[in-house]
């Protein structure tokens, strides 16, 4: 390897100089100079902190903002989170259901009450809330995925439920033809008290002295209601019927008709908790007894009644009708599966005080002391069921 260095004399004439080196040398003196480099690096190469001034861009370890912000969950209403915690959300969903199942058929009351536009015959109204209630039971199974008839053992509660159930709304028309509504709707609300003597038969239910005291005090608040129909308007609805189309019927023999469809009731109220029970699935019930009840209401519709064909205003109150009696039956069904059905069925008075309190509200009834007296042990009642809630280990 060559190297020049160049000098300058006094004179200032330059003079030049060559050395030559061997490639040894030149080597020693490059790993020399390579070591020496090396020891002299890490005093030269120093880590330079970043410059930062108030225009420097910070950037934050955190996620972008539409990366961190949760993507926001579905918005439910209040009213279906309600109905959810009714449904399952809670130990008290057995009475609520109750409740609610309560509250739609008064619902139901006032609709019929202030829409009905056009007289429809009870075996094609009847017609039309069992086919809507078949269509929209069948259609919540397939929607949830259970098979239409459920399980095979529990088959043959479905099919005695359906009888009865079906046997209890045909004695209940032929009564309600024939005697005063007010005193029909009395029999229909012994229901609750059949019910509870055929569960403690049936199903061995035992009987509290505070659950008797309950059905006791809610019955006595309906014969405080109806005391001045049954005997006033009661007896001018007597006289109107007698000189009906069923002359020839006997009052008496409709009450006890009437009677008899409360105790069917009452056992088709038992066969639905014991149903619900074994399939799991109190929809299960309402289908079984609308694929009996919608045929067998159609053939009585044009066997013993004249049909009406319904106009519009009346075909779509009929529906609506349907949907919540779907509802009520629904909810219904649910709440005696949960709940024992003595305190289930107290609960179901809630409806006639509704009714009686809307009446005196919207001065459709005139008020009296005894429809006021029979309301507040009824609201009593039930609210002394719903205070000391199910039992701690539901039988």
């Not at 269509?135 to 008839?149: A, D, E, N």
Request: aromatic letters at 10%; glycine letters at 6%; proline letters at 4%.
């Amino acid at each position: 390897m060559a190297a020049s260095e160049d000098t300058i004399t006094d004179d200032g004439n330059h003079t030049v100089e060559l050395t030559v080196l061997d490639n040894e040398e030149s080597a020693a003196n490059g790993g020399s100079a390579a070591a020496s480099s090396e020891e002299i690096t890490p005093l030269l190469t120093q880590i330079e902190r970043p410059k930062i001034n108030i225009f420097s861009v910070s950037r934050s370890r955190r996620k972008p903002r539409e990366l961190v912000i949760k993507a926001p969950e579905t918005e439910i209403s209040p009213v279906s989170q309600f109905m959810l915690w009714a449904w399952s959300g809670s130990r008290y969903s057995g009475l609520l259901c109750m409740a609610l199942s309560s509250v739609i058929y008064f619902v139901m009351e006032i609709l019929s009450e202030n829409f009905t536009a056009q007289s429809i015959p009870l075996f094609e109204t009847a017609f039309v809330r069992c086919t809507v209630t078949l269509i929209l039971s069948y259609i919540w199974l397939r929607r949830i995925g259970l098979p239409i008839f459920g399980a095979t053992h529990p088959r043959k509660l479905l099919l005695l439920r359906s009888l009865v159930g079906y046997l209890s709304l045909l004695s209940f028309i032929y009564c309600i033809q024939r005697i005063p509504f007010s005193l029909a709707i009395l029999l229909s609300f012994t229901t609750p008290i059949m019910a509870s003597i055929v569960a403690r038969i049936i199903l061995y239910e035992k009987l509290k002295i505070t659950e008797i005291g309950g059905l006791a005090c809610s019955f006595s608040g309906m014969l405080f209601i109806f005391q001045q129909m049954l005997t006033t308007q009661g007896l001018q609805k007597t006289e109107e019927a007698s000189n009906s189309s069923f002359r020839g019927s006997n009052h008496i023999y409709a009450t006890l008709i009437g009677f008899f469809s409360s105790i069917t009731g009452g056992i088709s109220y038992c066969l639905i908790k014991a149903a619900a029970k074994a399939t799991d699935q109190p929809v299960v019930t309402v289908l079984s007894f609308a694929i009996l009840a919608s045929p067998a209401a159609g053939i009585c519709t044009f066997a013993f009644e004249e049909f009406v064909l319904p106009s519009f205003n009346s075909l779509s109150l009929m529906l609506a009708l349907g949907i919540l009696s779907f509802l009520a039956e629904v909810f219904l069904a649910h709440g005696l599966q949960l709940e024992k059905i003595n305190k289930a069925a107290n609960v179901m008075f809630m409806e006639a005080a509704l009714s009686q309190l809307w009446g005196i509200g919207t001065s459709s009834i005139a008020p009296s002391l005894g429809r006021l007296v029979g309301c507040i042990l009824i609201l009593i009642s039930v609210s002394f069921t719903m205070f000391c809630g199910p039992e701690k280990e539901n039988e």
